[in-house]
């Protein structure tokens, strides 16, 4: 069994210095406990103290602010791994820094157990690496089919989007547009085809002139809103709130009555959604719960049982931005008279 | 609060009678503890000593024995609910039953807080009151889309399908068979289009010829192997293990070797299937990792987290079941040299 003294004889140090090290005493150096966590977990040292780690890796997202779409999903994760004694690191990554180190070797030479993987894009460089790894890792929205140490979580996107789309169909909605981000992102691709398949179910074609996809969130919305409202779309869906935000924008900027004109809907059900004006129909996904169900999954896949997937429902809720369709105007009218709407207050 | 006294008073009895009925004396009669318990129940009551109790109904399975289907299933459950505290029920039941008592009416007569579903076909009766059922409750292998209180667990059945049909398709076969149970069943749905997706994948077609499907294993079994024979069948693939031993027999009956006539392939991994001659290959489900899910996925449920499903990877294993296929005979002959099996030992 690997001791303090192997630790210390290794680094050279004393003894007492690798021990305070491990106990995050403030007279040893950042750099020199950092050397000393390293080599504790090259030599595979155990002892009681020797923390059980967890990270959560994090992309694309912001976390820090409750009102970040990250914040919740970490916080979920975190509230059962702690409570079950794992000290859990949170690392923020970029592309860049993948390229730099293998997953294998930032796992290892931190001690970590696991990882929870949180918006990763399908370019990711480290995407590559999990199809192998043997690493337990949980992917939040994203999939790897052939490596059993894999596992993923995310709410059931098909069934939120199918839900929101014969939600529109029962307004009257024959031309519903989408504002998509691109689909370099594994659940963007599950919701845009999650789209065309309930278009398909009520009857309706996919048509191109209905669908703009870009990643810069407000630009896209700028170039293609209007793109829609010309090609006769009365409803749009967003594939996610902040892009229905920026449609809201867009279409206060057009004089376009939300939803007289256009009904707009989101997915996410973030803090905001239930207090923009009016406030927006959209599909929730319960991060916390997430973030649990990701400590959920990692914990099985820790003890041997190869989960593949844990999904969560998607309900859809029904606010004021989604009315009925204005009859089959392909342009926008303000002389067209109110109609009621459909909304089930949340 | 609820009292023992009120319990008491409601029946006419006295305060230590309904005592010794909830705590199971041999002096109170099975049905007055009965009677105390659902009285206990209807009128709310949560004394220190009345258990938490969850129920796993099962039909079309067997559960006693080590070496039924059912065991582990049952197993990894109660192991799990045990632990923290649960007392767990295990009913078998029939659809004669289900006609005459509600499903609601059953579990809150008994005081039960949610419950397990294994084995239910889609014809069962219960099955419709699952659509609107506000009980927290798991169904094993199938699926209720509309109900928010009502998870699935399962394993990946397309993932296991498709792994076995391009198992089979790297081995060179092109025609391959489906014996398969009646699609009465969520989950032999689920694994039929499985089968015909795994094979448009391949570029195969979807031949009518080469499918056979019956409830009684060994009859259609008996009635549908040789058809798939002469229409060509160079492997077959079983919906589950009980069959593939069926195929079995009937292979040995006509002379057929396994694998170099035929490739037979099951699905489950049972107990026997290892010491099958030659060992079957097949596609593992685990079913202790199951049960376990199973409640993990009810304490969800239980706790307001609206889980929709739960998927155990579904891994091939391949044993000496399976081989190359046999040029394009369409006429099984022993004349043929041997050829190498491909079969990895497990």
């Known amino acids: 069994m690997v001791t303090l003294n192997d ?16 106990n995050n005493a403030s007279d040893v150096s950042e750099e020199l406990r950092q050397r000393i966590l390293e080599t504790a977990a090259e030599l595979g040292y155990s002892g009681r103290r020797a923390p059980k780690k967890l990270c959560i890796f994090i992309e694309n997202m912001g976390y820090q602010d ?26 923020p990554l970029t592309e860049k820094y ?18 929870f993987v949180l918006g990763f894009s399908l370019l990711d460089p480290w995407m590559e690496e999990f199809r192998t790894a043997p690493i337990p890792t949980v992917l939040y929205d994203n999939c790897i ?7 993923s979580v995310s709410c059931n996107n098909a ?9 529109l169909y029962g307004l009257g909605h024959r031309r519903i547009g989408l504002l998509c981000g691109p689909l370099e992102s594994y659940v963007l691709k599950e919701r845009y085809s999650a789209y065309c398949g309930a278009l398909k ?24 809103l209007p793109k829609l409202i010309e090609a006769g779309a009365t409803a749009i869906l967003c594939s996610d709130d902040s892009r229905a935000v920026a449609a809201y924008t867009e279409c206060y900027d057009r004089r376009l009555n939300i939803p007289k004109d256009v009904s707009i809907l989101g997915f996410d059900d973030q803090p905001i959604a239930a207090y923009m004006t009016p406030p927006l129909t959209t599909v929730r996904q319960d991060r916390l719960a997430l973030g649990k169900c990701g400590y959920y999954a990692l914990s099985c896949l820790l003890n041997g049982v190869a989960i593949d997937s844990i999904h969560l429902r998607a309900p859809l809720i029904v606010r004021g931005s989604t009315g009925p369709a204005r009859g089959q105007d392909a342009v926008p009218s303000t002389q067209l008279k109110e109609e009621p709407l459909d909304a089930i207050g949340m």
Not at 7 to 22: D, E, F, H, R
């Open 145 to 151: 089919k052939e490596n059993p140490c894999m596992a």
């Open 98 to 115: 993948q390229r730099g180190t293998s997953y294998q070797q930032f796992m290892s030479h931190r001690g970590l157990r696991g990882a």
């Open 201 to 224: 179910e009520c009857g309706l074609p996919v048509d191109e002139d209905l669908i703009g996809m870009g990643y810069y969130v407000a630009e896209s919305t700028r170039k293609y």
């Open 7 to 22: 630790i210390a004889a290794k680094l050279g140090i004393s003894k007492s210095t690798v021990s305070k090290g491990l």
């Open 66 to 91: 409750p009102n970040q779409f990250g914040y919740d999903l970490v916080a979920g994760f975190q509230e059962m791994a702690m409570s079950e004694g794992w000290v859990v690191d949170v690392v």
């Open 159 to 167: 069934g939120g989007l199918s839900a929101a789309v014969r939600h």
